[in-house]
Protein backbone atom coordinates (compact mmCIF):
# COMPACT_ATOMS: atom_id res chain seq x y z
CA UNK A 1 0.00 0.00 0.00
CA UNK A 2 1.22 3.36 -0.80
CA UNK A 3 0.59 5.79 1.80
CA UNK A 4 -0.59 9.31 -0.06
CA UNK A 5 -3.66 11.58 0.04
CA UNK A 6 -6.06 10.43 -2.98
CA UNK A 7 -8.84 12.95 -2.28
CA UNK A 8 -8.93 16.65 -0.56
CA UNK A 9 -8.62 16.25 3.34
CA UNK A 10 -7.91 12.08 3.21
CA UNK A 11 -7.11 11.61 6.43
CA UNK A 12 -3.30 9.79 6.60
CA UNK A 13 -3.75 8.59 9.82
CA UNK A 14 -5.80 5.95 8.95
CA UNK A 15 -4.38 4.95 5.51
CA UNK A 16 -0.93 4.07 7.91
CA UNK A 17 -3.17 1.83 9.92
CA UNK A 18 -4.63 0.40 6.90
CA UNK A 19 -0.92 -0.48 5.88
CA UNK A 20 -0.61 -2.26 8.68
CA UNK A 21 -3.56 -4.47 7.76
CA UNK A 22 -2.57 -4.68 3.60
CA UNK A 23 -1.74 -8.00 3.52
CA UNK A 24 -5.36 -9.19 5.41
CA UNK A 25 -6.70 -7.40 2.88
CA UNK A 26 -5.44 -8.47 -0.62
CA UNK A 27 -6.25 -11.91 0.84
CA UNK A 28 -9.29 -10.85 1.34
CA UNK A 29 -10.00 -9.27 -2.34
CA UNK A 30 -8.19 -12.44 -3.95
CA UNK A 31 -10.46 -15.09 -1.92
CA UNK A 32 -13.41 -13.10 -2.82
CA UNK A 33 -12.63 -12.94 -6.26
CA UNK A 34 -11.66 -16.68 -6.25
CA UNK A 35 -14.76 -17.60 -4.70
CA UNK A 36 -17.04 -15.40 -6.89
CA UNK A 37 -15.28 -17.27 -10.13
CA UNK A 38 -15.09 -20.87 -8.65
CA UNK A 39 -18.69 -20.36 -8.20
CA UNK A 40 -19.81 -18.72 -11.54
CA UNK A 41 -17.84 -21.70 -13.20
CA UNK A 42 -19.83 -24.19 -11.17
CA UNK A 43 -22.84 -22.03 -12.42
CA UNK A 44 -22.42 -22.77 -16.33
CA UNK A 45 -20.68 -26.33 -15.45
CA UNK A 46 -17.30 -25.10 -16.44
CA UNK A 47 -13.75 -25.84 -14.81
CA UNK A 48 -11.71 -23.56 -17.41
CA UNK A 49 -8.87 -21.71 -14.91
CA UNK A 50 -9.57 -23.87 -12.18
CA UNK A 51 -6.54 -26.10 -12.18
CA UNK A 52 -4.34 -22.81 -12.70
CA UNK A 53 -6.24 -21.20 -9.77
CA UNK A 54 -5.07 -23.02 -6.55
CA UNK A 55 -5.74 -21.76 -3.46
CA UNK A 56 -2.10 -20.44 -2.95
CA UNK A 57 -1.04 -19.86 -6.34
CA UNK A 58 1.11 -16.70 -5.55
CA UNK A 59 0.23 -13.15 -6.53
CA UNK A 60 2.44 -9.99 -7.37
CA UNK A 61 1.04 -7.88 -4.63
CA UNK A 62 1.89 -4.66 -6.86
CA UNK A 63 -0.84 -5.92 -9.44
CA UNK A 64 -4.10 -4.98 -7.44
CA UNK A 65 -2.23 -2.51 -5.00
CA UNK A 66 -3.91 0.46 -7.11
CA UNK A 67 -7.39 -1.08 -6.73
CA UNK A 68 -6.47 -1.90 -2.93
CA UNK A 69 -5.32 1.70 -2.42
CA UNK A 70 -8.33 2.96 -4.39
CA UNK A 71 -10.71 0.84 -2.35
CA UNK A 72 -9.15 1.57 0.94
CA UNK A 73 -9.58 5.41 0.16
CA UNK A 74 -13.37 5.04 -0.38
CA UNK A 75 -13.53 3.77 3.03
CA UNK A 76 -11.62 6.31 4.36
CA UNK A 77 -13.59 9.01 2.54
CA UNK A 78 -16.51 7.13 4.05
CA UNK A 79 -15.47 6.97 7.60
CA UNK A 80 -14.04 10.20 7.87
CA UNK A 81 -14.71 12.26 4.95
CA UNK A 82 -13.41 15.35 4.12
CA UNK A 83 -14.10 18.24 6.61
CA UNK A 84 -16.40 20.83 4.68
CA UNK A 85 -16.59 23.69 7.32
CA UNK A 86 -14.69 26.86 6.48
CA UNK A 87 -11.40 27.98 8.22
CA UNK A 88 -11.10 24.23 8.43
CA UNK A 89 -12.04 24.40 12.10
CA UNK A 90 -11.68 20.99 14.03
CA UNK A 91 -14.24 18.84 14.21
CA UNK A 92 -13.91 15.28 15.74
CA UNK A 93 -14.35 12.47 12.99
CA UNK A 94 -15.68 9.16 14.10
CA UNK A 95 -13.68 6.64 15.69
CA UNK A 96 -12.56 3.35 13.15
CA UNK A 97 -10.91 0.46 13.38
CA UNK A 98 -8.72 -1.60 11.22
CA UNK A 99 -12.09 -4.44 12.01
CA UNK A 100 -14.32 -2.36 10.34
CA UNK A 101 -12.10 -1.24 6.94
CA UNK A 102 -11.31 -4.81 7.09
CA UNK A 103 -15.42 -6.14 7.83
CA UNK A 104 -16.22 -3.16 4.74
CA UNK A 105 -13.59 -4.55 2.18
CA UNK A 106 -14.88 -7.99 2.80
CA UNK A 107 -18.59 -6.66 2.26
CA UNK A 108 -17.49 -4.69 -0.76
CA UNK A 109 -15.96 -8.15 -2.72
CA UNK A 110 -18.77 -10.53 -1.42
CA UNK A 111 -21.47 -7.86 -3.49
CA UNK A 112 -18.98 -8.07 -6.24
CA UNK A 113 -21.45 -11.05 -7.04
CA UNK A 114 -23.62 -8.14 -8.79
CA UNK A 115 -20.79 -6.71 -10.21
CA UNK A 116 -19.26 -9.17 -12.51
CA UNK A 117 -17.12 -7.10 -15.14
CA UNK A 118 -15.19 -6.13 -11.76
CA UNK A 119 -14.75 -9.77 -10.33
CA UNK A 120 -13.84 -10.44 -14.19
CA UNK A 121 -10.76 -7.68 -14.28
CA UNK A 122 -9.28 -9.22 -11.07
CA UNK A 123 -9.65 -12.47 -12.53
CA UNK A 124 -7.46 -11.59 -15.42
CA UNK A 125 -5.13 -9.79 -13.16
CA UNK A 126 -4.67 -12.34 -11.37
CA UNK A 127 -4.41 -15.05 -13.82
CA UNK A 128 -2.44 -12.90 -16.28
CA UNK A 129 -0.18 -11.11 -13.61
CA UNK A 130 2.73 -9.02 -15.22
CA UNK A 131 1.61 -9.26 -18.97
CA UNK A 132 0.46 -7.22 -21.51
CA UNK A 133 -3.36 -8.03 -20.82
CA UNK A 134 -2.75 -8.01 -17.35
CA UNK A 135 -1.21 -4.40 -17.33
CA UNK A 136 -4.63 -4.01 -19.71
CA UNK A 137 -6.99 -5.38 -16.86
CA UNK A 138 -5.14 -3.36 -13.93
CA UNK A 139 -6.41 0.07 -16.21
CA UNK A 140 -9.65 -1.20 -16.30
CA UNK A 141 -10.17 -1.96 -13.23
CA UNK A 142 -9.04 1.17 -11.80
CA UNK A 143 -11.33 2.94 -13.91
CA UNK A 144 -13.96 1.23 -13.50
CA UNK A 145 -13.34 1.62 -9.64
CA UNK A 146 -13.08 5.16 -10.03
CA UNK A 147 -16.25 5.75 -12.08
CA UNK A 148 -18.13 3.74 -9.34
CA UNK A 149 -17.01 6.08 -7.13
CA UNK A 150 -17.49 10.02 -8.36
CA UNK A 151 -19.02 10.97 -5.54
CA UNK A 152 -14.87 11.10 -4.45
CA UNK A 153 -13.38 14.37 -5.89
CA UNK A 154 -9.73 12.33 -6.21
CA UNK A 155 -6.83 14.09 -6.30
CA UNK A 156 -5.05 14.47 -10.20
CA UNK A 157 -2.15 12.85 -9.07
CA UNK A 158 -4.10 9.70 -7.82
CA UNK A 159 -5.51 9.78 -11.51
CA UNK A 160 -2.21 9.23 -12.79
Known amino acids: MIICD ?19 ALRIIYTGCRS ?5 CTIVGISLWESEWEEDRPVDHRTIQDAHDLLAAVWRHQVSPPD ?3 LGALVEKPSS ?10 QTVSGWNE ?6 LFVRIFLEQNTDAG ?12 GRY ?3 RWKREALD
Open 115 to 120: RPEIVS
Open 150 to 152: LDI
Open 135 to 146: FEAERQLITLLR
Open 97 to 106: TMTDWLRWLH
Open 36 to 40: HYLSA
Open 6 to 24: QFEGDDLSLAREQHDSYNE
Open 84 to 86: PTL
